[in-house]
């Protein structure tokens, strides 16, 4: 069982470029989740899907765009990439439950420049 | 406009010595949960306290949540090289959704 992968690693990407970021987990989970993490400023939760089919905007959603089309896959596109968006991204998920685990990915390293 | 805001920001300290993290909000929360972090990995999963006033102990560390649940503790007794890390709170407040504290990087130092 991988639990969850994220693609690319990490991404050197110019300003303006279209760029979309992976994430499929194999748990079965319904709730996934879309981080970016900065220095000083904690996690901050972008986008989020309770379940295939939905998704809902988090604290920073401005920039991104998310689809949820089955269970395992969660991809966050960026239409066109500005230098604020330089950051480490992490997917997560969780079966249901608020108090459930959340498993997170190895995160993916973008810098756009 | 942070809703988790975690104390101290940094903390160095000799192998074997006691720490305690905090984690503040004016929020309250259905149920916080603890992570720690090492580098260049996500976030793992430590605890989840639910109910106010709750403790949890997971061997040398011990977890606290505030009566009014809008607050929260992390304790490590004798602290040990391998509790290096970055360690995050997180509060679910809206259902679903977890706010991340701005993170403790605590190194201990051999």
């Known amino acids: 069982i991988a639990g969850i992968t994220q693609a690319p690693t990490s991404q050197i990407l110019a300003a303006g470029r279209r760029m979309t970021l992976r994430c499929t987990q194999d748990m079965r989970h319904n709730a996934m989740y879309w981080y970016r993490q900065d220095l000083g400023l904690g996690l901050r939760l972008i986008h989020y899907s309770n379940t295939a089919g939905t998704t809902g905007k988090g604290e920073v959603p401005d920039g991104y765009s998310v689809s949820r089309a089955n269970t395992d896959d969660f991809p966050l596109t960026l239409a066109s990439a500005v230098p604020s968006q330089t950051s480490v991204y992490f997917c997560?998920?969780?079966?249901?439950?608020?108090?459930?685990?959340?498993?997170f990915g190895p995160g993916t390293r973008l810098t756009v420049l | 406009t942070q809703l988790l805001e975690q104390s101290p920001q940094f903390l160095s300290i000799q192998e074997g010595e006691n720490l305690t993290v905090y984690c503040n909000s004016s929020s309250v929360f259905s149920s916080l949960q603890w992570y720690r972090q090492e580098p260049g990995e996500g976030p793992v999963l430590l605890v989840t306290v639910v109910t106010g006033g709750e403790v949890k102990k997971l061997k040398r560390l011990t977890f606290q949540f505030g009566d009014a649940r809008k607050d929260s503790s992390l304790h490590i007794t004798a602290a040990q090289p391998g509790d290096t890390g970055l360690y995050l709170c997180?509060?679910?407040?809206?259902?679903?959704?977890?706010?991340f504290g701005t993170g403790t990087s605590l190194t201990v130092i051999p």
């Open positions: 997560a998920s969780k079966l249901q439950g608020s108090t459930d685990t959340q498993y």
């Open positions: 997180a509060g679910d407040y809206t259902g679903n959704q977890f706010y």
